[in-house]
């Protein structure tokens, strides 16, 4: 069981790390992108026979009618017949919508949407997003990504268009246009599938947006809400863990002052290459914070594993050794036979779609200043960032473009009026939880949080030791959506839609 959640785990810091790391370090890029497309062919091997995988031919623009428009580009679907009631009863669909990742991390680990399938006879469709894993438009990665002409047609509101286009096709061509359809989602993936109730609710009948943080954008939600939470989830766990760490960065910087002193930093920390700099070490063990605390949910609980180490450290142990220890005790160690730390490289790079996002539309102004959490001071820098974009893409970030396109800064009235059957579900100790929705708007437009689960906690795998508070929220949104599926049905039999019975 411990390896099985340990994969989840590992599965789940891939999908949502680069959301993490090109928000809270605006100027970087990190490798977990070529990570993911190294394995997914390995991954698809991997998938129960059940899962079967096709290929859609998308639309490369959906908002053009230039002639250039109607190229096309293979889209990577998944589908899983086995629980399916069929058309005839007009059984539900229930879409998964990709993130910035392979389709497989989106099968892989997601056990709850199998559940849901299982209960309602659903089938299950997953679907790529363009410019992930193998859904990539002009043929391959390289064609793809070569500059911000082919990277142009990849934003939220093409992948939208996406799922609208083949969840019509899939259900026009199973003669199952009186299935209801689930959106199901997480993170960003949640985010898109509370865009695609409020864009096309025509195609999808509700959705369940899991951890999507769609008031980080603007001003709507304070810069420093996510290290304050990734802050007090560290506080909450050891007071002595938290001013160790608060200390640390300060005492890092002096020991890279000293004659030799990063040699000296490369040796505590047992980094497998020599440091360049004391801002290397220090991005890297901010990334090693956040992602536990965005992580930090049962069985494993990230936060109290790098806590424990440093207050387990032997009696006399000095502030960088405590750390040290935090560090060797966290899952990027690369388990226990690894003989050093391998430093993530912040270089700025030009081979990431979510960067390409980050830096197109997708801009969530995080940054916490010098005495407001156990961070050093980093707020968030829009000249810098604007400059590092155009370095990268040659293109300036549409700062409003997300609450433009789908509101935010009067939330309760674009969704209470425009929308409804939408589930937002979080967990608190999630730093992007902060910029969730985590009161009910509606009736139909619903809150589920708890407050002690951390990120995406809700889709993944039951399992044996899972916590009250867990299979209360998940009893709680199968209920939502049971009464969604059911108000379909009598709407369809109101006006004599309905097939069979």
């Given at each position: ?148 002409n082919t990277l142009g047609f990849l934003s939220s509101t093409q992948a939208l268009a996406d799922c609208a286009q083949l969840i019509t096709d899939v259900k026009r061509n199973l003669s199952a246009e009186n299935c209801p359809v689930i959106a ?265 949080y708890t407050k002690d689960g951390a990120h995406g906690l809700d889709l993944l795998d039951a399992t044996p030791s899972d916590p009250e508070w867990l299979l209360a929220q998940r009893q709680k949104e199968i209920k939502i959506i049971e009464l ?18």
């Amino acid at each position: 069981m411990a390896l099985q959640f340990l994969f989840q785990f590992l599965s789940l810091l891939l999908l949502f790390t680069t959301i993490c790391i090109s928000a809270t370090y605006p100027g970087s890029s990190t490798r977990f992108d070529t990570m993911r497309r190294r394995m997914t062919s390995k991954s698809n091997s991997h998938l129960h026979p059940e899962f079967v995988t096709y290929y859609y031919t998308q639309t490369l623009d959906h908002f053009n009618y230039k002639p250039e428009s109607y190229a096309t580009f293979q889209q990577k679907y998944i589908m899983n017949f086995k629980y399916w009631g069929g058309a005839s009863t007009s059984s539900p669909i229930i879409v998964y919508i990709g993130e910035e990742a392979p389709l497989t991390f989106g099968v892989h680990g997601k056990g709850f949407i199998v559940d849901l399938a299982s209960r309602f006879k659903a089938m299950l469709l997953y679907i790529e997003h363009r410019y992930y894993g193998d859904s990539m438009p002009f043929g391959s990665f390289d064609e793809a990504f070569r500059d911000a002409n082919t990277l142009g047609f990849l934003s939220s509101t093409q992948a939208l268009a996406d799922c609208a286009q083949l969840i019509t096709d899939v259900k026009r061509n199973l003669s199952a246009e009186n299935c209801p359809v689930i959106a199901i989602g997480g993170s960003y993936g949640g985010m898109l599938a509370s865009w695609l109730r409020l864009k096309y609710p025509h195609i999808a009948t509700g959705a369940l947006a899991s951890s999507a943080p769609i008031l980080y954008f603007d001003d709507l939600t304070p810069q420093n809400g996510y290290h304050i939470v990734v802050t007090n989830d560290f506080r909450d766990v050891s007071e002595s863990c938290y001013n160790t760490i608060k200390q640390s960065w300060s005492e890092i910087d002096r020991v890279a002052g000293q004659t030799n002193g990063l040699t000296t930093l490369s040796n505590i920390f047992q980094t497998c290459s020599p440091l360049n700099s004391s801002k290397e070490l220090k991005d890297h063990l901010g990334m090693i914070y956040v992602i536990s605390a965005q992580n930090d949910n049962p069985p494993y609980n990230p936060v109290s594993k790098v806590c424990g180490a440093i207050d387990g450290a032997p009696k006399g142990t000095d502030i960088l050794g405590k750390v040290a220890a935090g560090l060797n005790a966290s899952l990027l160690r690369r388990g226990p036979e690894a003989q050093c730390n391998h430093i993530i490289d912040f270089t700025p790079k030009n081979t990431s779609g979510w960067r390409w996002q980050t830096c197109t539309e997708m801009v969530m102004p995080i940054g916490h200043g010098e005495n407001d959490t156990m961070f050093q001071g980093s707020p968030f820098d829009l000249n810098n960032y604007t400059k590092s974009c155009q370095a990268l893409f040659g293109v300036t970030p549409k700062l409003h473009w997300i609450t433009t396109e789908f509101g935010g800064h009067d939330i309760k009235s674009v969704l209470g009026n425009f929308s409804s059957n939408i589930i937002f579900s979080n967990g608190l100790r999630d730093p992007y939880s902060v910029g969730g929705v985590l009161e009910d708007i509606s009736d139909s437009v619903v809150a589920v949080y708890t407050k002690d689960g951390a990120h995406g906690l809700d889709l993944l795998d039951a399992t044996p030791s899972d916590p009250e508070w867990l299979l209360a929220q998940r009893q709680k949104e199968i209920k939502i959506i049971e009464l969604w599926i059911a108000e379909h049905n009598a709407r369809l039999i109101k006006t004599g839609n309905r097939i069979g019975f």
